[in-house]
């Protein structure tokens, strides 16, 4: 038995990279899975491998910016399992370049994923949490969000923004004995990353490291509050010179 056994989890943004190590550690800690996406295959390989071991995992393709995409993960949820424990937010896309030069198209897409996103999927999980009186969110943030890199434009402020986000609800909702923490990694190699110029793969952190934080924080006695945004970096710096 894992120490997440019987309890229901939602990753988003699960269907690779961090998500998808999220997904496979959380089921091997005996948490049912509902998992979510864009994209529908890398969702169904991750599922195959899970059931391949045992686990129980579903999933819904679902775009986490828009409001009935967010009702739909979370209704399949209770409908598949009964009641939802944990949610990672994890789903987020990219969006460097200098203030200035933004389109307004991308500065609302990457503020739409990575911010509206999370807000959407915690809103709809906390009716249930707050009932409860039970539940854990986790929020994949970045190391941007807690610095301020040049041309890092709207995926840092975005990710700036979901580390408030996580200290409102936290505070909001702690009496109630639901926990909230935010993860910020640094360089993670992935598929929207390992393409990066002058990144030296062996340097960076894996999904698995991520994925390792998470379920250390899930499985903490329930009286224990980590407190602010967890900075997780590399030893060696990954960008070479």
């Keep these: ?6 309890k229901t989890a939602i990753v988003t943004g699960a269907g690779s990279g961090i ?6 550690a959380l089921a091997g800690e005996g948490a049912n899975l509902m998992l979510c996406g864009r994209r529908r295959e890398p969702l169904v390989n991750i599922i195959a491998h899970i059931q391949q071991e045992g686990g ?16 739909r993960v979370v209704g399949a949820a ?3 399992y009964g009641s939802i424990s944990i949610l990672v937010n994890n789903a987020g896309i990219a969006g460097g370049g200098a203030i200035h030069q933004h389109t307004v198209e991308t500065w609302d897409r990457v503020m739409a994923i990575n911010l509206r996103g999370p807000f959407l999927m915690s809103r709809a999980v906390l009716a249930g949490m707050r009932e409860s009186k039970n539940g854990h969110i986790i929020n994949i943030s970045s190391e941007s969000g807690l610095e301020y890199y040049k041309t890092n434009g709207a995926y840092g402020v975005s990710k700036h923004a979901l580390n408030a986000l996580g200290e409102y609800i936290q505070r909001e909702n702690q009496e109630l004995g639901i ?10 190699l992935s598929e929207m990353t390992q393409k990066a110029p002058n990144l030296d793969q062996t340097k960076c952190l894996t999904p698995q490291d991520i994925a390792d934080l998470v379920v250390w924080l899930l499985t903490r006695r329930p009286n224990i509050k980590i407190g602010r945004p967890l900075l997780i970096q590399t030893m060696e710096n990954p960008w070479q010179s």
């Design 1 to 6: 038995m894992g120490e997440l056994s019987g």
């Design 78 to 80: 209770i409908s598949e």
């Design 179 to 188: 926990r909230v923490d935010t993860i910020c990694p640094g360089m993670v």
């Design 56 to 71: 129980k995992a579903r999933f819904v393709t679902a775009d986490v910016s828009l409001e009935e995409d967010v009702e």
């Design 19 to 24: 998500g998808a190590g999220v997904a496979l």
